[in-house]
């Protein structure tokens, strides 16, 4: 078996850093809130996390994937992929 070691960093940093990008990206006017779990993200290329979208002042949620690249160290480029559809409103 060979072992393997990698850094993680907290999915709060993930939510935070992809919530920047989202706002340059799109500039809603509405700071997107993402929720990325609980555990911490391996930093590897091509780790996926699975990331829920909220906005303060509005009912909508959107799902998301958020996906790391380019890892240096603790250094990292993430690219987002938003879902088409809202989810539905229950």
């Known amino acids: 078996m060979k072992a393997q070691a990698y850094l993680t ?3 709060e940093d993930i939510a935070q850093t992809a919530s920047n990008l989202l706002m340059q990206e799109y500039n809603i006017g509405l700071e997107p809130l993402l929720d990325c779990g609980e ?3 391996k930093l590897v290329n091509d780790e996926q996390v699975d990331c829920v979208i909220t906005f303060a ?3 909508t949620v959107l799902d998301s994937v958020v996906t790391i690249s380019e890892v240096d160290g603790r250094n990292y480029n993430l690219h987002i992929k938003v879902a ?3 989810r539905a409103t229950e």
Do not use: L, M, T
């Open 9 to 11: 960093v907290a999915p």
């Open 39 to 41: 555990e911490r993200v």
């Open 57 to 59: 002042e509005d009912p």
């Open 84 to 86: 088409d559809e809202p």
